[in-house]
């Protein structure tokens, strides 16, 4: 047999067994992916955080497109308490959030409404509302976030637009208690403002009154003093005058 055949058949061999190892190699590692995304998620459907996020975190890896993955991971670092990990969760999958991008941002705004840093809360729940005019529960929340921030008007606002979108909502009640409360107080807020208002103009015109006082005062002890110098200048030219007679 001619040494080229036999070189060339045995490098078709290697050829060969070089790729029947990387098709097993690949396919063992997209099973060993699949096998961790399935049981991180069968170990979050068990309501086991602490072990189902390291299996989730391999499956993200290598599948950072899977957009259900970065629910369950940042679910799971909330349910732990690790909201900081559940924010950076969220964050590192906007870009392939697609339609569920508005519930991406509804999801930090909720996270940031935990941490009570209610204006990054309001500010996700505005970026979700862009996203979805019609995601009702934002409105909800960022009524309550408005709540939290003193800024009564705009909870007002959103609390009605929640109401009108859900009106056989289970908290109806309640949200009608809360705008009604709400309403006492921008109007309590509204005469105390006027009345502020007033009593700065009323002391400004004091003020004002006063000072007119003052440089009337100021402007006429100015003339007394004139005609007192001159005054002074006959007495002395009536003075020499009579000498001169006498």
Do not use: C
């Not at 908290?171 to 109007?187: D, R």
């Amino acid at each position: 047999m001619p040494t080229a055949f036999v070189l060339r058949r045995d490098a078709g061999l290697l050829l060969l067994l070089l790729l029947l190892l990387f098709g097993l190699s690949s396919a063992h590692a997209q099973s060993g992916e699949a096998t961790a995304k399935q049981q991180g998620e069968k170990l979050f459907m068990e309501n086991k955080p602490q072990e189902a996020i390291p299996l989730l975190e391999t499956a993200l890896r290598h599948a950072p497109e899977d957009v259900e993955l970065y629910f369950y991971l940042a679910t799971s670092y909330e349910q732990l308490g690790q909201l900081d990990a559940a924010l950076q969760t969220y964050r590192q999958g906007l870009t392939h959030a697609g339609a569920r991008k508005a519930q991406f941002y509804f999801n930090m705004g909720n996270l940031e409404q935990r941490r009570r840093k209610y204006t990054q809360a309001l500010e996700l729940y505005t970026q979700a509302l862009q996203v979805d005019r019609d995601m009702t529960p934002a409105y909800l929340n960022r009524a309550n976030v408005n709540v939290w921030l003193q800024e009564y008007g705009e909870a007002v606002a959103d609390y009605r637009v929640y109401l009108s979108m859900e009106p056989r909502s289970s908290q109806k009640e309640n949200i009608e208690k809360m705008i009604a409360l709400l309403n006492e107080k921008i109007l309590v807020a509204e005469q105390e403002r006027r009345a502020a208002e007033i009593k700065q103009e009323e002391e400004e015109r004091r003020r004002k009154a006063l000072l007119e006082e003052v440089l009337n005062s100021l402007e006429q002890s100015g003339q007394d003093t004139e005609r007192f110098s001159s005054g002074t200048g006959e007495v002395k030219e009536y003075e020499q005058e009579f000498d001169i007679v006498d």
